[in-house]
């Protein structure tokens, strides 16, 4: 499975900017690749991800307008650019991957195989 490693989180002000980024050990390429997040006594919420194809994203409905995930094939990174931020988005964010991953079940956290470790974000009021 690719591991995946997180970087980017940190402790941000209401209103502000943060980048999350997401290096992978091998290729993405035929994988779905996106992000999640948890926050404390919560379950696990969809935040984005791009198609196996890379052609499609997809967005949280809290998310929508504020967040843009991008990719470098090449450089085999992930990114969060998140824009706006709240301090309802306070959450440990995972960067995810997966083969087999297919419309039906994008948002679901049990349809990647590889996680990486998780990066804080908090945001104060």
């Known amino acids: 499975q690719v591991q995946l490693v997180e970087s980017g989180g940190g402790l941000v002000l209401d209103g502000s900017s943060l980048r999350l980024s997401c290096g992978a050990s091998e290729s993405l390429s035929g994988y779905a690749t996106g992000w999640f997040r948890h926050a404390p006594g919560k379950e696990r919420e969809f935040v984005a991800a791009f198609s196996r194809s890379g052609g499609t994203t997809y967005y949280g409905d809290s998310v929508k307008g504020r967040f843009t995930i991008s990719r470098d094939t090449a450089k085999k990174m992930v990114y969060l650019q998140m824009n706006s931020l709240k301090p309802e988005d306070t959450a440990v964010y995972y960067c995810?991957?997966?083969?087999?991953?297919?419309?039906?079940?994008?948002?679901?956290?049990?349809?990647?195989?590889?996680w990486g470790q998780g990066t804080q974000v908090t945001v104060c009021a």
């Open positions: 995810v991957a997966g083969r087999t991953v297919i419309t039906s079940n994008i948002r679901n956290p049990n349809a990647y195989a590889s």
